[in-house]
């Protein structure tokens, strides 16, 4: 980790700039499944936390595993929530539940990619090159509390960029 939601930041960040062509949804997705691994490591107290899902090669991998299921999950929970807000006044709560194949790409690949690269700079068991590199140049690059205010901080932006959008939008709400 970073604390898995801390990840969201960037991401909303992100989203406000690129709009339709990067899912938010398949961003949270990718964070969800790339700290599975520690946090099955925390519950077996295993001395190394970060392994394969944290390296480049594993980004890329769970990226693309991310690409095809996320795109499918995140859909169907998009429409359900669209179902659920389906009443006269709760309209307004709906949203765009369709995800284009590069949205899905983006938020997937960026997902997994910046996760391994800012949990570079926090965690000493990374080794982000494995197999070619054992090394981690990015560790303690800035200091990790730096990293979650610059996250905490990209994230207000982020949520109220996406707000006024949505709201010069006249409520056509994007946070597929
Ligand atoms: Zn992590």
């Known amino acids: 980790m970073p604390f898995t939601p801390f990840h969201m930041g960037p991401g909303t960040a ?4 690129t709009g339709r062509h990067f899912s938010l949804t398949i961003f949270g ?3 969800v499944a790339i700290d599975m691994e520690p946090l099955i490591r925390i519950v077996r107290h295993d001395s190394v936390l970060h392994g394969f899902t ?5 980004a890329f991998i769970i990226g693309s595993l991310t690409l095809f299921m996320g795109k499918f999950v995140c859909q169907w929970l998009l429409r359900t ?3 659920i807000f389906n009443f006269k006044y709760l309209k307004w709560l709906q ?3 369709h995800i ?3 949205a899905a790409s983006t938020g997937a690949f960026i997902g997994t990619f910046s996760h391994v690269l800012l949990d570079s700079i926090m ?7 494995w197999p070619i590199s054992p090394n981690n140049g990015l560790l303690n690059f800035i200091p990790g509390a730096w990293v979650y205010l610059l996250c905490t901080i990209l ?4 949520l109220m960029s996406l707000f006024v959008i949505g709201l010069w939008n006249k409520w056509a709400i994007d946070i597929e």
């Open 14 to 17: 992100i989203k406000a700039i």
């Open 29 to 31: 997705f990718a964070q």
């Open 54 to 58: 944290h390296t480049y090669l594993g």
């Open 81 to 83: 929530w669209n179902a």
């Open 95 to 97: 949203v765009n539940s």
């Open 100 to 102: 284009s194949w590069v």
């Open 123 to 129: 965690h000493a068991d990374i080794q982000p090159f």
């Open 155 to 158: 994230g207000v932006i982020g």
